[in-house]
């Protein structure tokens, strides 16, 4: 049996990007791309590699170009990426204790071979640093999601959200003052002087793109400022029905249970999950690893080896979770049965101590 491949449209993005976002004044296609180059640099190893290698074809298929696309418009974002300024200030210093201060670009330059028809996009070395040195806490965003986003701003929320709801609790609360920074908005835009128009146009319609469009639902509440309260703040409320990428590592060891003649089974808050229910596109989503057990079941309903089954099902989903694209690829073979699954995980050394 082969175990399933992560589909490489899900990857992670440094929270140290995601938070450049309010620095950004560019096309949401600009972004896209960005985001495009930031995983391709991931998979390239951003440790050993301060560029990319693609074409014009893949960045319009990233964008979700099926037709006719123009180079010359590609460069012309790309050249926006160039272009644009940055500086790694913090946009929330309560979530992040980023001391570094940076002012760069997004890409430092990009060299197009005619010959070979590739692309060569160069990030700043000293900003690809900061990176490695701030690696710990990601986003992990779906580039098939984020093609069907057309606004600038629902791009950004559906970023600031994914980071959030990763490595935090599921309501974030920020002020008026900072979503506005985070978007960019002018100072002398219509919606820092009229908040109701700002809700409407901008936070509302954001957040029904994003509602429609991904698989996360948010809601939020504004608060006016009050005689004890001067700032007007919003709190979102952050439902990621993919989190943790849980779905498509469920698949894989629903196959693997498949193929060993055994029945994957879950325990929940003392009740039983076996895989019909497991199967179910409703059936309930895990948060942590330390909130369930996992074990396989014989022909009889007897547990087989649970304590093995549990170390390899938590080790498994945390190395999907924190190396999406190329750990089901390390793991590529042929597994026949349990205890040659156990003893492939611990020859390539992957399962792990330290958490």
Request: hydrophobic share 35%; glycine share 2%; net charge positive.
């Amino acid at each position: 049996m082969k175990l399933i491949n992560q589909e490489h449209n899900i990857f992670n993005k440094p929270s140290l990007l995601v938070n450049l976002a309010h620095n950004l004044d560019v096309s949401v296609n600009a972004l896209k791309i960005y985001n495009f180059i930031v995983r391709e640099l991931f998979k390239r190893g951003i440790k050993h590699n301060s560029y990319v290698i693609t074409s014009y074809s893949a960045i319009a298929k990233s964008l979700g170009y099926e037709g006719k696309y123009s180079n010359d418009k590609i460069l012309e974002n790309l050249n926006e990426l160039v272009d644009c300024k940055i500086h790694t200030k913090v946009f929330n210093k309560n979530r992040n204790d980023w001391e570094d201060n940076l002012i760069t670009h997004l890409l430092s330059s990009i060299r197009y071979n005619k010959a070979e028809q590739q692309l060569f996009c160069y990030i700043d070395l000293e900003l690809r640093n900061l990176i490695l040195k701030y690696h710990q806490t990601f986003a992990k965003l779906d580039l098939v999601e984020m093609k069907t986003i057309k606004s600038r701003h629902t791009l950004k929320f559906y970023e600031l959200f994914k980071d959030y709801s990763y490595h935090r609790n599921h309501k974030l609360k920020l002020s008026v003052a900072d979503i506005q920074e985070f978007l960019n908005i002018p100072k002398d835009s219509i919606y820092r002087k009229t908040i109701s128009i700002f809700n409407r146009d901008v936070i509302k319609k954001a957040i029904e793109e994003i509602n429609k469009k991904t698989h996360m639902n948010i809601n939020f509440k504004y608060f006016r400022k009050s005689k004890k309260n001067d700032t007007t703040y919003y709190i979102f409320t952050i439902e990621d029905i993919n989190r943790y990428s849980f779905n498509l590592f469920k698949e894989t060891m629903i196959i693997y249970s498949q193929k060993a003649n055994l029945n994957l089974a879950f325990t929940y808050k003392k009740h039983k999950y076996y895989l019909e229910e497991i199967q179910r596109k409703n059936s309930i989503n895990y948060s942590t690893t330390n909130s369930f057990n996992v074990m396989f079941l014989d022909k009889n309903g007897k547990t087989v080896q649970t304590e093995k089954a549990k170390e390899i099902w938590q080790e498994l989903f945390y190395q999907s979770n924190y190396n999406t694209v190329d750990f089901f690829e390390e793991l590529n073979q042929d597994i026949e049965t349990f205890q040659n699954l156990y003893d492939t995980i611990k020859s390539k050394k992957i399962l792990s101590k330290q958490k």
